[in-house]
């Protein structure tokens, strides 16, 4: 694939407008020790896919930056603003962490998306009832996310009566719903059905090309080839190998890559 701009940027050597920085990031289970000082760097269009065996940290890495899980240690920094953090890795300011989460927009593995409620209300409860954004408003933004990931007839549908893949898919349109500055997507396509992993990457593709910015974990190699501009390869909580999706997948360096590579191919 031809380098771009992005691309350059991605390993954190370019001048792009940085996205989001983590600088050290631990974690701990209690003696488990999942994250052990993992640094990366994203800048505005930059698509960062982060792979890795089971076990390896992916999920947890995604579940701190959002605080999902309460970081160990480390340092986190989204759109230039640091988010504060005591030295055992907790929250200083917990408004800041709420506003911080406004920018980041998360696409879980298991859709999460509120049974009781349809598509159209999935999409709309975070703007109107967090945000502040008038319900007309949040309505007709829906409307326009769920047709641009191909669900515009199944607004008033509840979850229940949608496939993996269209609930996958009106996850995205949710985390969309806010204007996040950056994308999380964490494995998007593990919980689907062979048949359906194709709609939801397809939308994923779209995302990227649009400049998106998105940390991504990932199974699929060779959508993280094709869609990537900087590949993350984590290794019992730390990065063993990284770079460009060419170097990375054609001309690994690291054993452990090399044989991960080889499982999965």
Not at 62 to 86: A, Y
Not at 181 to 192: G, I, Q
């Amino acid at each position: 694939m031809n380098s771009s701009p992005a691309r350059e940027t991605a390993s954190g050597t370019g001048a792009g407008t940085e996205a989001i920085r983590i600088e050290g990031l631990r974690k701990c289970f209690g003696e488990l020790e999942v994250l052990r000082g993992v640094s990366l760097t994203a800048h505005k269009g930059d698509v960062v896919a982060i792979i890795g065996g089971s076990g390896s940290g992916k999920s947890t890495l995604l579940r701190c930056v959002n605080f999902l899980e309460t970081p160990s240690g480390g340092r986190i920094v989204i759109n230039g603003e640091d988010i504060k953090m005591r030295a055992d890795g907790t929250p200083t300011h917990r408004k800041q962490i709420e506003k911080a989460r406004t920018r980041l927009g998360m696409v879980f593995q298991s859709f999460n998306l509120w049974t009781h409620r349809t598509l159209l209300e999935n999409v709309i409860e975070v703007p109107v009832h967090v945000l502040g954004v008038p319900r007309a408003e949040a309505i007709e933004r829906a409307r326009t996310l769920l047709a641009r990931v191909g669900l515009s007839e199944k607004a008033d549908t509840y979850p229940a009566f949608l496939s993996g893949g269209q609930q996958q898919r009106a996850a995205i349109a949710r985390a969309l719903a806010i204007e996040p500055s950056v994308m999380l997507f964490d494995e998007p396509t593990s919980a689907l059905d062979p048949e359906l992993v194709g709609e939801v990457l397809s939308v994923i593709r779209d995302l990227a090309a649009e400049g998106r910015t998105m940390l991504l974990v990932t199974h699929e190699m060779k959508f993280a080839r094709e869609v990537a501009s900087h590949v993350i390869y984590l290794h019992n909580g730390i990065i063993e190998e990284e770079g460009p999706p060419e170097a990375v997948f054609s001309a690994p360096k690291s054993e452990r890559l090399k044989q991960f590579l080889q499982t999965v191919a």
